[in-house]
């Protein structure tokens, strides 16, 4: 990665990402890049923009940095509001419950995937309910989503 001081700093990356004619170019180097918040960042864009195409090959990633970037589309993040209910497909659902399920999955990622189950229906919840009982004893004291229910 070659940037520059003035070009790819922080506030110049915010201007770039808070740009109208952000191009899909520009979005994609800062989904992917190694910085968290500027991977938020991206992904904030991403909602307020309404691009829930660009989240399923996240959340499918081998890379858990990106798969944790698709599930800030889902729970949304610092200051950021997630997709809509409506935006959220049956398959984003279905790769936030392999997370789940994973037990080499990221504690990370797990986190977020919990969280972003907790916007799924009861009945998808269940479906996760003898992972999420097991996590129970494993999660901080603040639950997160989807464990609220089974507390």
Known sequence: MNEKVGVDDSLAVFAKLNDPALTDETLQKYIHHPEYDLRSSAMDQVTKRGRADLVLPLLKSSDPRLRQAGLLALTGMFKGSPLPADKITPAMFEEV?????DPNESWWGVKHAIDALGRGSPELIGKHRDRL???????PPAKPGACNLLA
Request: hydrophobic fraction near 50%.
């Open 97 to 101: 419950g392999k997370m789940i399920e």
């Open 133 to 139: 009982l097991q996590l129970l004893s494993q999660i």
